[in-house]
């Protein structure tokens, strides 16, 4: 029962709750308002800590990243890996320059602790403190590697609580010709680097935009430096993405290598391509997608940092400039160990731990036989409109990881009365053991009891 002790322990250690008035995390207290919506299934992940979980797939994957961001400097980027979760508003929007309609502040989509405080929605949040704390640090590159919160739907590849890693390197402008060329030399030198990776396909956008359009270089910024920033960036992150597919098809290379095939049989095609994005704290920014299993897959955003974050940290005017990126460590872990369900990342199972300790690097996941999935539908008339995501935090809360998906299979309005009928299917599954149907019922129960509660459902049947 080894298992059953590791787990007891880790809950033991998390003491995180709400009541009626207080929301207790990591010993702070905080007092709620009508903004507060974290739940106690949220906050027990608070100090789970899996980056930092020693052979965890998500420490491998920062592990990774980081050696591979290392290898593009004479100076090691600082680490900062475990800053606490809770943020202020200002931190995870405000500084960031957020517009205040922006979606991503509702209720709906961020776990509020209170008016000042919530959970950091991205590693993003940190920017400014670590442009700050960079000034007396004399390091001009860091990475930040955290838990990041999200009410979000339910599916086998969302979960509310996912792992980013963030990175950053800021450069005090200098038009002296030295400058350009120690920027240079760093390209060249990772240039050469991915040179050495054959299967490598990469796509680029051709960035060229005119003044005042989306996207466009900041104004204060040359062509020169944002064309050569750009550059760096790139190939930086080209890099990671290099090293961590290198990962895994390295051991797909040594474990087909008894049939005498060739590396380059047997190493697939490493496919990225950039693409342009929107960030409200970098400009231009741009997004790396992936080709994997037959499609592409959004794995990290990036930009140059924009004058409005450094002014924020409290740099002179215009002196500054760099670029940023945050990528999803959950996402790659998932890809790049072939792991099926993002809840087994959460796993205190021995079937799932016991598969990577003691092992380093990247290598295919055993799926363990998994547990019978059950559906039951939910319909019920509303009188005010729910949130689709208040739904899912509804599920969560009632049901943890017990709910493998959940999705809206049907909705309409009465013409006559106004009201509005939903219609939800909730796929049942317990990764470690098996429901009865009278689990399951005995569960749905519940469900149709909070949604009369909470939101005044009135259940059809
Ligand atoms: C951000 O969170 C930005 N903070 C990234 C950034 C940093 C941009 C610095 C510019 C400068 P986004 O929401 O796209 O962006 O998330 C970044 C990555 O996190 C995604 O590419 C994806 O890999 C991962 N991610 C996002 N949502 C989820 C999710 N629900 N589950 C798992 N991974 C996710
Ligand atoms: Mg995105």
Redesign the pocket.
Known sequence: MSHTKVSNQILKSIQNTVNNNKINILNNVYNKTDLSNVTNNIIKHVGRNLHLQKNHPINNIREIIEKSIDSTSSKPFIKYNDLTPVVSIKQNFDDLGFPKNHPGRSKSDTYYINDTYLLR????AH?VECFQKMQTLQNNGYLISAD?Y?R?EIDK???PV?Y?M?G?KTWARDNSKKFFNKIQTEIDNMKKQLSTFQNLSIEDVDYTHEPESVNCKQSHMTDEETSILISHMKRTLELVVANLFMQRYKNYASTSSKSNKKDEEVIPEIKMRWIE?Y?P??QP?F?IEVFFNGEWL??????LVRELAYKNAGFPKETQMGW?????L???AMLLYDIPD?RLLWSTDERFLKQFRDKEGIFKFKPFSTHAVMSRDVSFWLNTPVHLNDFMELVREELGDMVESCSLVDEFVNPKTGRKSQCFRINYQHLDRNLTNEDVNELHKGVEKKLIEQFGAEIRN
């Not at 929605?121 to 993003?124: E, F, I, N, V, Y």
């Open positions: 929605t991205h590693t993003s920017e990041v999200r979000d590849s969302h979960y996912f980013q963030e950053s994005a960030f704290w970098t920014s997004e959004e794995i990290c955003g990036c930009g940023a990126f945050g990528i999803g959950d996402r790659m993002i």
